[in-house]
């Protein structure tokens, strides 16, 4: 199955990416982002340093996602709680993913995280990411954030079915736009044509690229294709 791609950002980028083939995404405390979008292929995103359950619960119930990101398991003592609050977004949301990053769940993943949820990777950049080794993603994964080139780069070595994209609208904002290998200005400029040849140029990234859904199938009730 192609790979799902999501963009959680300004109403211009969104308006462009869905017309690319892209989904629309949103933090669970920025609806108002995708409120345009109603019935859409949905990605709800967190608040992950000010991290509020009860309005989490309620934007994915409002919104019925395809797919919302549970907290991460920084410390495996919060894995029983973050599990629960899991299994409360999974009433609303088709995938909840599960992101984990303590590395006393290396080589464990599979022991202590349910069947049904999948996973979440942090891609690393300057700001944090996930240690754990990929061979221990061995489920579908959803990459969170980093830079385009090393999302496609982690698809070599795990079972992408998703990714959520949006370091291209910050550099858009000074005329850089990403021309499918690195960041340089724009030929043209201007905002609006630094976001759309990038995101054509992550599309041609992904061509061709092919996630095998049959965990998703096995173990999540199936595959929701779920188009615009």
Request: with cysteine.
């Amino acid at each position: 199955m192609k790979v799902n791609k999501f963009i959680s950002h300004s109403k211009t980028a969104l308006q462009l990416a869905v017309k690319q083939g892209w989904f629309p995404g949103a933090r669970y405390t920025n609806l108002r982002d995708i409120r345009e979008f109603e019935g859409d292929k949905l990605f709800i995103d967190i608040d992950w340093k000010n991290y509020d359950l009860q309005k989490h619960l309620d934007a994915v119930a409002e919104k019925v996602p395809f797919l919302t990101i549970a907290r991460d398991i920084e410390r495996i003592s919060e894995l029983d709680s973050i599990l629960k609050e899991a299994e409360m977004l999974r009433k609303y949301s088709d995938y909840v993913a599960v992101v984990p990053k303590d590395l006393g769940l290396t080589d464990n993943i599979d022991k202590y995280i349910p069947k049904h949820f999948v996973l979440a990777y942090s891609v690393p950049t300057k700001y944090g990411g996930t240690n754990i080794p990929l061979k221990s993603f061995s489920r579908p994964v959803h990459l969170l954030g980093g830079r385009p080139d090393e999302q496609r780069k982690l698809a070599q070595k795990m079972n992408v079915f998703s990714f959520d994209c949006n370091r291209f609208t910050y550099d858009a904002r000074f005329g850089d736009y990403f021309d499918g290998e690195t960041f340089r200005p724009h030929p043209k400029g201007g905002y609006e044509n630094c976001l759309l040849d990038s995101i054509l140029q992550i599309n041609s990234l992904w061509d061709g690229y092919r996630f095998d859904c049959s965990y998703l199938i096995n173990n999540c009730g199936g595959y929701n294709v779920r188009t615009n």
